[in-house]
């Protein structure tokens, strides 16, 4: 007998096990180790549903919580309010964001999707004057300071899906969080290092030194523990209470009383009257696949329309990372962008949805693109959607084992929001109503500054059906880097073929409009760049864009993918 096998035999002894743990197909003729994967990155495998978020302490909190017999709604809110603990940079009780929901068909009822819109809202105290400096432009300092603050929704929005959905005690639920507040949570080195570099944004405020730094004003360092007792004793008070507990009561006056008492407009009925609003998904296709986006005010139509014009293009046979591929992503995002203008919220605007998001309307838009020349602003002209009608934040994505799933994105809107906090009550406060046009008139009218005005987001949480159950649930953060990185990430699996843990991993691109540069993260080949501009294209390098965190539904195992590009990341399987 041989002592030694040939490579050739081993690969053929291999190949029946690695069909069975889902490993690519080796591609004739090419090089690689006797394993032969073909693709870099691999995602986590569990079984029993995953959990994928941008910390990892909030992922086992997620996990634990499908272990214990909860649903993915469950996991959602546990995770929600964990986050808020150990991501206070995004995490939060005291921004917005949306949700959508798949619960699977159950008990002779049938499947149910739906979208949860708790993103911020202006105070009907509003004007127009708000944000404005002496010059009649938005200051950003009054927009980093309790003027800049909307009405918060994520209570109101996790308390939404759990009232729908829920299966485990709303108190049980919230409780991880109440722990980890009170009792402490260890920093990791990249926490404790968000938390230090606050120290100047924060200076102007004594509630939010006092909760991100010590005594003598010095920052916790890494492997310190760390506690937030109110908002420990605030998260008591809406385990016990619910949505009302923040909304209404000695909370909610304690919240409004310091946002009046820095400059803010926000007063106790606005926060009482603040609501989600539930409805339907955008639906839309992309070569086949079934996709449900998240409707306006957030971003989903944009990636909708995006596909929609990429769809109409042979984008496999372009390949992933070509001149002609990145080519075709810029110019798909130009037109994007020019018809972002028409995307906002009520009571004074309703966005052309249908229009923006519908096959004919992108087929129109997709007759611009050029592929030897790159578009100018002139070019990039806003389009008319209507005869068609008839950066920090953090995202989570979850699927259960009964084949319910949610994709939750959630914010302050800038890192650590407006740097306050209502004092007594442990609540970071967001930045959103800077999001809206001020100073702006004319071709703005979607996002002016209205009293009521549901505030705008690029937030675009996203879920690929495949034979009507749910495939890819998967989100980032990313402020303006958003919709694209959605767009790549959709695109890297549905025309590329690649698996879900190395369409987050592969080099990212960000076009904004018209005139704006192509931007680059590290990974490319330099010698694309001169291509590129040989195009048209004005190209500069970027920092990381985004950070999905995604999972796919393979039969009984889940493939979790997250994102490498921030750290503290992590995909969690039940089993």
């Not at 102007?204 to 492997?223: I, Q, T, W």
């Not at 929001?417 to 702006?440: C, D, E, I, K």
Request: hydrophobic share 40%.
């Amino acid at each position: 007998m041989r002592r030694f096998a040939t490579a050739a035999a081993l690969l053929a002894l291999a190949t029946p096990l690695l069909a069975q743990e889902g490993a690519p197909r080796p591609r004739t003729g090419t090089g690689g180790d006797i394993v032969a994967y073909d693709q870099i990155h691999k995602p986590v495998i569990g079984r029993g549903g995953m959990v994928v978020s941008q910390n990892v302490i909030a992922s086992k909190v997620g996990a634990e919580i499908l272990r214990k017999g909860g649903n993915a709604v469950d996991a959602a809110v546990a995770m929600g309010f964990a986050l808020a603990v150990t991501l206070p940079r995004a995490g939060n009780i005291g921004g917005g964001g949306y949700m959508l929901v798949h619960m699977a068909a159950k008990d002779g009822k049938p499947a149910q999707d739906i979208a949860i819109d708790y993103y911020g809202q202006a105070s009907r105290h509003t004007k127009p004057d708000l944000l404005l400096g002496a010059n009649g432009r938005f200051d950003p300092a009054k927009g980093y300071s309790m003027k800049g603050v909307a009405i918060p929704g994520t209570v109101a929005g996790l308390w939404e899906a759990h009232k729908r959905f829920g299966s485990m005690p709303w108190g049980t639920l919230i409780a991880p969080a109440i722990a980890m507040a009170e009792q402490g949570v260890i920093l990791s080195d990249d926490e404790a290092k968000a938390n230090a570099d606050q120290k100047d944004a924060m200076a102007d405020d004594p509630a939010a030194l006092a909760m991100f730094f010590k005594p003598d004003g010095s920052a916790y360092a890494p492997g310190e523990l760390w506690k937030q007792p109110d908002l420990a004793a605030t998260l008591k008070v809406i385990a016990a209470k619910g949505r009302d507990g923040f909304y209404t009561g000695p909370l909610a006056q304690r919240l409004a009383a310091g946002i009046k008492a820095g400059g803010g407009v926000i007063d106790a009925r606005d926060l009482a009257s603040y609501k989600a609003i539930v409805s339907a998904p955008i639906w839309s296709s992309y070569r086949g696949q079934k996709i449900a986006y998240m409707p306006p005010t957030a971003s989903g139509v944009s990636v909708a329309e995006a596909m929609n014009i990429l769809e109409t293009f042979p984008v496999r046979e372009q390949r992933w990372g070509s001149v002609a591929n990145l080519h075709l992503l810029s110019e798909t995002m130009k037109l994007v962008s020019a018809d972002r203008r028409l995307v906002g919220g009520g009571p004074d605007w309703r966005s052309p949805t249908k229009g923006l998001a519908s096959k004919g309307y992108a087929a129109e838009r997709a007759k611009l693109i050029r592929p030897d020349r790159a578009m100018g602003t002139k070019e990039a002209a806003d389009g008319n959607p209507y005869p068609y009608e008839s950066q920090d934040t953090t995202h989570y994505s979850i699927a259960d084992a009964a084949g319910n799933a949610v994709s939750n994105t959630y914010t302050l809107s800038a890192s650590y929001g407006a740097h306050v906090v209502a004092p007594g009550t442990g609540v970071l406060l967001n930045n959103s109503l800077g999001n809206l046009a001020w100073g702006r008139k004319g071709d703005d009218k979607a996002t002016l500054p209205v009293p009521g005005k549901r505030v705008g987001s690029t937030i675009t949480p996203i879920i690929v059906f495949k034979d009507e159950k749910p495939w890819l649930v998967t989100g980032t953060p990313g402020g303006g880097y958003i919709i694209a990185t959605m767009v790549q990430l959709l695109s890297n699996v549905l025309d590329h073929g690649l698996n879900v843990a190395e369409a987050a991993q592969r080099p990212r691109v960000n076009q904004g409009g018209g005139d704006a540069p192509l931007e680059l993260e590290e990974g490319f080949s330099p010698d694309i760049i001169p291509m590129l501009e040989a195009r048209g294209h004005k190209v500069r390098p970027s920092n990381t864009m985004g950070s999905t965190q995604s999972i796919m539904v393979d039969g009984a195992r889940f493939l979790g993918a997250a994102d490498s590009r921030r750290p503290d990341a992590a995909a969690i399987g039940v089993k």
